[in-house]
T-cell receptor, first 112, second 114 residues
């Protein structure tokens, strides 16, 4: 099955700086890559997603890039704010596999 | 309000005592699934269901059962819980599953088995 690796496991940045979280996947058939944010004690919530026919997608301060050749995708958060502090999970899914495979998570801390 | 509802939120039980965690969604979603979340391991899929009466194993199905008799409900059953099943469990649903639509998660059930 698919194997999704996520780095780094923890990340601390100063408020206003950028944060980048990277994921790699193994199954070339994966074609959907969502990112979830999980605040402490809460459920994961979708923040952005990208499909394999798109190289980049942006939503305000959040962007995701996808390199299908290298099988990696990244989450970029610009102008970080304390409320961005959370655990972020990447995931991959195929059109026919009907399963979502998650990375192990990145704990982001934004220092005021 | 569109949501996925899990119950209970917290559960403490003893080894071997059968338990059920309920999950219900009101969005008419075809796809439902269960995950467990453990520190350093992320979210691992236990079981999923593409539609009523259709269920499939995920990556960590041992010790769990599920059923999908109705579209809206997808209970998780632990017939004989063991301490290694102590974890945070999430139910999730999506309109179609796979790469077609994103997952919507419930609020989680923290299970402790002593």
């Amino acid at each position: 099955g698919e194997n999704v690796e996520q780095h780094p496991s923890t990340l601390s940045v100063q408020e206003g700086d950028s944060a980048v979280i990277k994921c790699t996947y193994s199954d070339s058939a994966s074609n959907y890559f969502p990112w979830y944010k999980q605040e402490l004690g809460k459920r994961p919530q979708l923040i952005i997603d990208i499909r394999s026919n798109v190289g980049e997608k942006k939503d305000q301060r959040i962007a995701v890039t996808l390199n299908k050749t290298a099988k990696h995708f990244s989450l970029h958060i610009t102008e970080t704010q304390p409320e961005d502090s959370a655990v972020y999970f990447c995931a991959a899914s195929t059109n026919t596999g009907n399963q979502f495979y998650f990375g192990t998570g990145t704990s982001l801390t934004v220092i005021p | 309000e569109a949501q996925v509802t899990q119950n209970p939120r917290y559960l403490i039980t003893v080894t071997g005592k059968k338990l059920t965690v309920t999950c219900s969604q009101n969005m008419n979603h075809e796809y439902m699934s269960w995950y467990r979340q453990d520190p350093g391991l992320g979210l691992r899929q236990i079981y999923y269901s593409m539609n009523v009466e259709v269920t499939d194993k995920g990556d960590v199905p041992e010790g769990y059962k599920v059923s999908r008799k109705e579209k809206r409900n997808f209970p998780l059953i632990l017939e004989s819980p063991s301490p290694n099943q102590t974890s945070l469990y999430f139910c999730a649903s999506s309109l179609y599953g796979g790469s077609h639509s994103p997952l919507h998660f419930g609020n989680g059930t923290r299970l402790t088995v002593t």
